[in-house]
């Protein structure tokens, strides 16, 4: 076998870091692909199609190539033949449609190689051995990425088995008179899309969201920023970890004026719990938090007695696990389990922020 690393997880996350190795020169049979679905968009597609999302929050380098440029705004700017995607990308501003951004994946996964290299199969154990790491029965690999993506759609407790309630990523209609328990994007544009149906809507939430373009402040995605958030101790940054994943959807006229004007005609209101007339109720929740949520995660935490802080995984700064990494292996963390490193990570650039330097780490393998 000439199989170098192995990716764990055949989501965003892998496939992110599958396209940066392929980029850094190994080939599809030097990469084993461990995961449940062979379309790395496959679960995102019905969450996006569940919530009907028609554009992309991410902005300009928010895919899955390797190499920031060119992106997908270059590549619709040449089938339109306008130069508008590129100027929005130069300003952060572009954001593709969720049918631009599917073609773009489909077009990648073709060219890349990536169904040569995927065994269609779940990894349950990672087990650190002498140069590098055993998965399951499936062999052992000096170089070891996991990237097992959310752990789980998150429902409030009192919820779990009232017959009313649907998650808001799983597919569902409206009914005429809706709760949507949340305050973030997802909330938001459920809020949006049952009152174009003609619904009447509350909105059940415990804050007010905040009004920003990203999940996570622009300036901890460059150095510098994330300079300053690694220098904090270890209970403040998780305290700024979660302070990140507090609600937030982008602020402009095309999300305040249709509240603003249900709100006026009686169809939209706030209320801090579900009330007993309501016929539905979404929730926009998000996903499980933390590592303990993962049973690969926990049980690498408890085998190896790795070092946690609250939720996360402590991670050195380029996502590596620094108990299991030395010059000859490596052992990292991506997508949302790796945000101890980088804040973002559970977005396309963090994910790749991550899968750049672990092809490094690998092509510079003396091993290769």
């Known amino acids: 076998m000439n199989e170098r690393c192995a990716v764990v997880g055949s989501g965003f996350g892998g496939f992110v870091a599958y396209t940066a190795l392929r980029y850094a020169g190994l080939e599809p049979e030097e990469i084993a692909v461990f995961g449940d679905t062979s379309d790395p968009a496959g679960p995102w597609r019905v969450r996006a199609a569940a919530i009907r999302q028609e554009r992309m929050r991410s902005e300009s380098d928010g895919h899955c190539h390797p190499a920031s440029f060119p992106g997908i705004a270059a590549r619709e700017a040449a089938r339109r033949r306008s130069a508008v995607p590129l100027l929005q990308t130069v300003c952060d501003r572009y954001r593709p449609t969720v049918a631009e951004f599917l073609r773009h994946v489909d077009e990648l996964r073709e060219r890349s190689g990536w169904d040569s290299s995927l065994r269609r199969t779940r990894v349950e154990r990672v087990r650190a051995l002498g140069g590098g790491f055993e998965l399951d029965s499936h062999g052992s690999f000096p170089h070891v990425l996991l990237a097992p993506g959310h752990p789980g759609l998150a429902r409030p407790a009192e919820l779990e088995r009232d017959r009313r309630a649907v998650h808001a990523y799983e597919p569902h209609e409206y009914a005429s008179r809706v709760a949507v328990v949340g305050a973030g994007m997802a909330a938001a544009t459920e809020w949006l899309n049952a009152l174009a149906t003609g619904a009447e809507v ?165 091993t290769r």
């Not at 408890?302 to 292996?329: C, Q, Y």
């Open 202 to 366: 509350v909105s059940v939430r415990r804050r007010e969201p905040a009004r920003r373009p990203l999940n996570v402040a622009r300036p901890l995605f460059s150095k510098r920023g994330l300079t300053g958030f690694r220098a904090t101790p270890p209970s403040r940054r998780a305290e700024l970890l979660r302070a990140f994943a507090a609600p937030s959807y982008p602020p402009g006229r095309s999300w305040d004026e249709p509240l603003e004007l249900a709100s006026r005609e009686g169809r939209f209101r706030l209320a801090a719990a579900v009330e007993s007339g309501t016929e539905q109720v979404i929730c926009a929740t998000g996903f499980q938090r933390g590592y303990h949520h993962d049973p690969l995660l926990c049980r690498l935490v408890e085998e190896h007695g790795l070092e946690t802080e609250e939720r996360w995984i402590v991670l050195a700064d380029d996502s590596t696990v620094p108990a299991l990494t030395d010059v000859g292996r490596t052992l990292a963390l991506a997508g949302v389990a790796a945000q101890w490193a980088y804040p973002a990570a559970d977005t396309l650039v963090g994910m790749k922020y991550v899968a750049r330097r672990f092809a490094r780490r690998v092509a510079a393998c003396p």
